[in-house]
């Protein structure tokens, strides 16, 4: 039988072809999900950077909308951070003064290492802090992000 100037028995794929095509597309398929594994980590780990420096951030601007004292507080062992407003300037949380939420590093992510001289960061009124340094977050995939704080302005960067 014939159509349009075409044999019907050599019309599509043989089962060979389909074969091929399918285990082409199954080797680039297990090919491909170490580095979608890799870049999905990686991508947390930029998300929780951001977070913490977002936290710091919201820290130093509590405190310059206050005109009060903010603390940045981070906990190395159990991975969370949160900051508080310290209205009466003592360096300690007491129960009339706000607390933000705690938060806490994905379970793959780890602080890696940090060149503050302790696991606070104290923010004046005018957004200053008397301490400059970084704090490293580090993924499963050994990969890092740097969150780093300027002393005299306060600012954050991430890289």
Do not use: C
Not at 46 to 57: S, V
Not at 91 to 110: H, K, N, Q, V
Not at 145 to 158: D, F
Request: charged content about 20%.
């Amino acid at each position: 039988m014939k159509s349009k100037g075409k044999d019907m028995k050599k019309a599509g794929f043989t089962l060979t072809e389909l074969m091929v095509t399918i285990s082409i597309i199954g080797l680039l398929a297990v090919l491909s999900v170490p580095g979608f594994t890799r870049f999905r980590q990686n991508w947390k780990l930029r998300g929780e950077a951001d977070q913490f420096a977002a936290t710091i951030r919201a820290a130093r601007a509590a405190a310059v909308m206050k005109s009060t004292n903010a603390v940045f507080v981070f906990n190395l062992d159990e991975r969370t951070f949160f900051y508080f407003e310290d209205d009466n300037r003592d360096g300690s949380r007491d129960a009339s003064e706000y607390r933000s939420a705690t938060y806490s590093l994905d379970p793959a992510i780890r602080f890696a290492a940090h060149t503050l001289p302790g696991t606070t960061l104290t923010f004046g009124a005018k957004g200053n802090t008397p301490n400059s340094g970084s704090i490293t977050l580090r993924n499963s995939y050994n990969s890092t992000r740097r969150v780093r704080i300027y002393g005299g302005t306060g600012n954050v960067t991430v890289n």
